[in-house]
């Protein structure tokens, strides 16, 4: 099982690796600067010592392996619209409060959804069978921001029982919380449906019940532990999904969050907060691939024994 994460830790420090130095050069192609969004009519040695300042005038590759030195040294450098802003202290600012609700998010997603499929499965072509597939075909079809706006109309204006928009009590996390999971719900009930109905037709769960064993033993240890391994396959990019999806989220509810943050890094053209909030989101999604392989070889040991050979 060591080899087996080790192997796995390898390749996402080389994922890594490439969306940094993917990134970088993306960045500086696209036209513009933070001067250009800032101010345009500015003297021109005043220009000049801006882009001395922050290496800007050096040639790209130059920046590039400076920017490395930096970022080995853990040092992700400081924002180029407001000076003096770390891009680090930025992160630890901004990202809890995003993380609590993503994490809210995935959670009540997972459980919710993987419940939802396996009641779905076991009550096939009955009345929460149709009702479960209507709330997914729902999940899917309607964008976000759309559930977000009908929470908050029906829920805020129609019956206030919650609070419309801000942040700091546990009122103003729910309609956020509902808003991002309601996608994801839809997809692990889906998924686990179809799983689920797919396993109860297996050889081994015919054999188990010839064997008499008991209803509940059999629908735990044999069928939802073979059904649930695709939906934690799509754990992983969910919980980055999720915590992306939070931008347009964060926005309709006026939460304080990273994603409103990322967004005007990228309209102001802050090269090191772009840089230093993609390495972070970039980190966030593969350290979560990574968990769903551990995961993964957890739960089926047929792929650590794969792994080794």
């Known amino acids: 099982m060591l080899r087996y994460i080790l192997k796995r830790v390898g390749i996402m420090f080389l994922t890594l690796f490439i969306i940094i130095t993917m990134t970088f050069f993306i960045i500086r192609a696209v036209p513009g600067d933070p001067l250009s969004s800032m101010a345009r009519n500015l003297p021109e040695q005043v220009k000049i010592n801006f882009y001395a300042k922050y290496g800007l005038d050096q040639p790209l590759f130059v920046q590039y392996l400076k920017f ?9 450098g400081e924002s180029l619209v407001y000076p003096g802003r770390s891009v680090a202290e930025n992160i630890k600012r901004f990202s809890p409060v995003s993380a609590r609700l993503g994490i809210q998010a995935v959670i009540f997603g997972f459980t ?32 976000g921001f759309v559930t977000a706006s009908l929470l ?23 309609l956020p919380t509902i808003a991002l999971a309601f996608g994801s719900v839809a997809a692990y009930a889906r998924y686990m449906r179809a799983n689920v109905l797919d396993v109860l037709h297996q050889d081994y769960i015919l054999t188990a019940r010839a064997k008499g064993v008991p209803r509940f033993s059999l629908i735990w240890r044999h069928v939802i532990r073979n059904a649930i391994l695709p939906v934690i396959t799509i754990l992983g990019p969910q919980i980055a999904g999720i915590f992306i999806g939070s931008f347009v989220i964060e926005k309709i509810f006026s939460i304080p969050g990273f994603g409103f943050n990322y967004v005007s890094a990228i309209q102001n053209r802050d090269f090191s907060m772009i840089l230093g909030q993609t390495i972070f989101f970039a980190a966030l999604y593969i350290t979560a691939l990574l968990v769903v392989d551990i995961l993964y070889g957890l739960v089926d040991p047929r792929i650590r024994i794969s792994g080794k050979r």
């Open 68 to 76: 490395m030195k930096n970022l080995f040294m853990l040092d992700l």
């Open 152 to 174: 908050q109309y029906y829920f805020t204006v129609k019956i206030p029982l919650l609070p419309t928009t801000g942040w700091g009590t546990t009122g103003h996390t729910i």
């Open 112 to 143: 919710t959804g993987v419940s939802f499929g396996i009641l779905a499965a076991f009550k096939r072509n009955k009345w929460p069978d149709y009702v479960v597939m209507f709330l997914a075909i729902l999940g899917v079809s309607i964008p």
